[in-house]
């Protein structure tokens, strides 16, 4: 079991920048491919990025690529989504998602079996 707290959301004009952290409990932090993904008021989640357990592979939504960048610190724990050139509909509340390794890292949230509150992200125009 794996539980896993987000954080860094918050109000932002567009154009600016946030970061996103989300911090796994339990051990072995560094066995869970793990993911973004992203929820609009009255649309269905969205993916957003993904990263491999050992950090050599990543995947990003094409609406965020280029913008937004993930990464993990395996010795430190949290996984970052570092989120630039926020645009309006950027705005979403973000949860982090994780699976073991030996599942695939995939891009459908059914991919993933622990799954944090989420974080609300606001881009003002």
């Known amino acids: 079991q794996v539980q896993l707290v987000e954080s860094g959301g918050g109000l932002v004009q567009a154009g600016g920048s946030l970061r996103l952290s989300c911090a796994a409990s339990g051990r072995m932090f560094s066995y869970y491919n793990m993911a973004w993904f992203r929820q609009a008021p009255g649309k269905e989640r969205e993916f957003v990025a993904a990263?491999?357990?050992?950090?050599?592979?990543?995947y990003y939504a094409d609406s965020v690529k280029g913008r937004f960048t993930i990464s993990r610190d395996n010795a430190k724990n949290p996984v970052y989504l570092q989120m630039n050139s926020l645009k309006p509909e950027d705005t979403a509340v973000y949860s982090c998602?994780?699976?073991?390794?030996?599942?695939?890292?995939?891009?459908?949230?059914?991919?993933?079996?622990?799954w944090g509150q989420g974080t609300q992200v606001t881009v003002s125009s």
């Open positions: 990263i491999s357990a050992n950090d050599d592979s990543t």
């Open positions: 998602a994780a699976n073991l390794a030996s599942r695939r890292l995939g891009i459908r949230d059914t991919d993933y079996d622990y």
